[in-house]
């Protein structure tokens, strides 16, 4: 597979934004602390998942 | 084994083929004449045995709330979704089979066997998934 420029990767962010700027579609939140990366449609979501996570760890 | 994930879908997570956040994933739930076959690929090889009843409808109801994590205090990656619920329903169910509904085929994901029939009477029939999500990758 052909590696990506930072160009493409530039190209690619772009295209998932919407013409106002905002991110279109699931997107990736870090939870460093938790050790965790949640890919989700909303950032609601994404911290509902780590918190349901985080409460099976015990 | 009664519950699993199919062989197909596990090639195809080598293969790029699935972008479950993204793709449409269903739900739909099999009356007890069905059996898992981890060779079995797409929703037309298992559907005959879907169930029908008062609030379901056929091929299932969307998953909601999708996420992929990937956890490095556990070392594990799960996929997961909002529990399903079919409101008001009058079903009879025992096993409940997830497939990718943006792929061609409507490849199957995995299958879930209740043990045994589970029931809804004009009521919620409803599917709470795990904390640990629908598929776990350990």
Same mark, same amino acid.
């Given at each position: 597979?052909?590696?990506?420029?930072?160009?493409?990767?530039?190209?690619?962010?772009?295209?998932?934004?919407? &013409?106002?700027?905002?991110?279109?579609? &699931?997107?990736?939140? +870090?939870? &460093?602390?938790?050790?965790?990366?949640?890919?989700?449609?909303?950032?609601?979501?994404?911290?509902?998942?780590?918190?349901? /996570?985080?409460?099976?760890?015990? | 084994?009664?519950?699993?994930?199919?062989?197909?879908?596990?090639?195809?997570?080598?293969?790029?083929? +699935?972008?479950?956040?993204?793709?449409?994933?269903?739900?739909?739930?099999?009356?007890?004449?069905?059996?898992?076959?981890?060779?079995?690929?797409?929703?037309?090889? /298992?559907?005959?045995?879907?169930?029908?009843?008062?609030?379901?409808?056929?091929?299932?109801?969307?998953?909601?709330?999708?996420?992929?994590?990937?956890?490095?205090?556990?070392?594990?990656?799960?996929?997961?979704?909002?529990?399903?619920?079919? !409101?008001? !329903?009058? /079903?009879?169910?025992?096993?409940?089979?997830?497939?990718?509904?943006? +792929?061609?085929?409507?490849?199957? /994901?995995?299958?879930?066997?209740?043990? !045994?029939?589970?029931? !809804?009477?004009?009521?919620?029939?409803?599917?709470?998934? +795990?904390?640990?999500?629908?598929?776990?990758?350990?």
């Amino acid at each position: 597979m052909t590696k990506k420029t930072p160009f493409d990767r530039l190209k690619d962010d772009m295209d998932r934004r919407s &013409p106002s700027g905002e991110k279109k579609g &699931p997107q990736e939140w +870090h939870y &460093p602390e938790l050790g965790l990366r949640v890919t989700a449609e909303s950032k609601e979501a994404a911290d509902a998942r780590a918190a349901e /996570i985080v409460a099976a760890r015990g | 084994m009664a519950s699993g994930v199919y062989n197909e879908f596990k090639g195809d997570v080598l293969k790029k083929v +699935h972008d479950l956040v993204n793709d449409t994933v269903k739900v739909a739930l099999l009356t007890s004449s069905a059996a898992f076959d981890a060779d079995n690929d797409n929703w037309a090889d /298992i559907s005959s045995n879907e169930v029908s009843g008062t609030g379901y409808s056929a091929g299932g109801a969307t998953l909601g709330s999708k996420t992929v994590t990937v956890d490095n205090t556990n070392d594990r990656a799960s996929f997961d979704g909002a529990d399903t619920t079919w !409101s008001t !329903s009058t /079903i009879t169910a025992r096993f409940a089979a997830v497939y990718d509904d943006t +792929h061609a085929s409507d490849r199957l /994901i995995c299958l879930f066997d209740f043990g !045994s029939n589970q029931t !809804s009477s004009n009521g919620d029939f409803t599917i709470a998934w +795990h904390a640990n999500g629908i598929l776990l990758l350990t």
